[in-house]
């Protein structure tokens, strides 16, 4: 299929690789422009446009996918299918329904649950016991569109967001891969969302990873797992702030420092001092004495 892909995390890198893998004609990667970021404000290259250069393919980086010239340079393709992953954009109504296949998107979530820009985060957050990747044909909405396809993933009990996202990232890949051919042989009826069940999964901020032994050990151990490496953790800890990187429930304490909370202990593993490398919490503790 002659297929325009439309992404920027790390997460859809896995689809566009399985794309052109299996013989897909991509005549053009649509991404965000490039970003400040860091302390030097360095132009910083999505994940998807560094792939998309090593791999040759044509890349546009409009400003707002919605502007009349990305329109226009979209839609004079022709393309069968608009594959839609981790882009951050709403896509207007004019683009979903210029391919013939429609737009298709590629969620890491079970839909309707965690729709969205942060569902796997939120999925530790709520204490799921399994997540998923849902595939649809998108409408106006936002993740609120006909399904396609979907694949159940159970959630480890120490699972973190970045193992998680890199484990659906490559299901969700495969997923999509399958589902497209599906809907050009016409084996795929599409279904809509139902409405219980619906959630959403706002982007997370830094005050969201404020952590604090009024809370459960069990709480601080899902936002430490759902929000490091990003936006983080950080907790008041022998009178000085520091970020926590890893911890457990109750356990082993030798190698850390014992938070005492309001319904169990959770021992601190690993933390990084302001402006310093991390290190394990016992090292730093002694370093304080």
Known sequence: MRIVFAGTAAFAAPTLRHLVEA?????????????????????????????????GLPIFQPERIREPEAIRRITELSPDALVVVAYGQIVPQSLLDAP??????????????????????????????????????????VDTGPMLAQERVPIRWDETAPMLEEKLSEIGARVLLRTLEQLERGEVTPVPQPNEGA????????????????????????????????PGCWINLRGREVKVLRGHIDGDQAHGISLATKDASYVIDEIQ?????????????????
Not at 25 to 35: A, F, K
């Open 23 to 55: 013989g897909h004609e991509i005549p053009l990667v649509v991404t965000q422009p490039d970003r400040p970021a860091g302390r030097g404000l360095k132009l910083l290259e999505s994940p998807i446009k560094r792939q998309a250069m090593e791999a």
């Open 100 to 141: 013939r296949l429609g737009a298709i998107n590629l969620r890491a979530s079970l839909l309707p649950r965690h729709r969205g820009p942060a569902p796997i985060a939120w999925a530790i957050l709520s204490g799921d016991s399994e997540t998923g990747v849902t595939v649809i044909q998108m409408d106006a909405g």
């Open 199 to 230: 959630t959403h999964a706002p982007r997370l901020k830094s005050e969201d990873g404020r952590l604090s032994n009024e809370m459960s050990a069990t709480e601080i151990d899902r936002r430490v797992r759902a929000l490091t490496p990003a």
């Open 273 to 289: 001092p302001p402006g310093g490398r991390p290190m394990s919490a016992a090292a730093w503790e002694r370093g304080l004495r």
